[in-house]
């Protein structure tokens, strides 16, 4: 049984920097495509960013391209996210995901097997 666990949201003031991490419970984490997504209050869910097995491909949303950094280390199976220059437009909850079929994941969320719980994070303007 896989299992991710989201973890570092809250809540920042516009301008503030915040990173997420997610943490996996599996030996394989290499093997899997990770990226975040997030679900702002009454939209559905949206691709952040995206990480390969290897973690030498990512690729952002338009929306986060030069403030959000997406990153791996499978030595300790976990991915993180560092968020700078927060708007509040970013208030969501956010979720890391994995896929195991592919090198480098999708911006469908149908194509993502496994999800972490979500996370919150609020921004106040």
């Known amino acids: 049984q896989v299992q991710l666990v989201d973890s570092g949201g809250g809540l920042v003031q516009a301008g503030d920097s915040l990173i997420l991490s997610c943490a996996g419970s599996?030996?394989?984490?290499?093997?899997?495509?990770m990226c975040w997504f997030r679900q702002a209050p009454g939209k559905e869910t949206e691709f952040v960013a995206a990480?390969?097995?290897?973690?030498?491909?990512?690729y952002y949303h338009d929306s986060v391209k030069g403030r959000f950094f997406v990153s791996r280390d499978n030595a300790k199976s976990a991915m993180y996210l560092h968020m700078i220059s927060l708007k509040p437009e970013d208030t969501a909850v956010y979720y890391c995901?994995?896929?195991?079929?592919?090198?480098?994941?999708?911006?469908?969320?149908?194509?993502?097997?496994?999800w972490g719980q979500g996370n919150h994070v609020t921004v106040s303007s």
């Open positions: 995901a994995a896929d195991p079929d592919t090198t480098l994941g999708s911006r469908n969320s149908y194509d993502y097997e496994y």
């Open positions: 990480i390969s097995r290897d973690a030498i491909t990512t």
């Open positions: 599996l030996r394989t984490f290499s093997t899997f495509a």
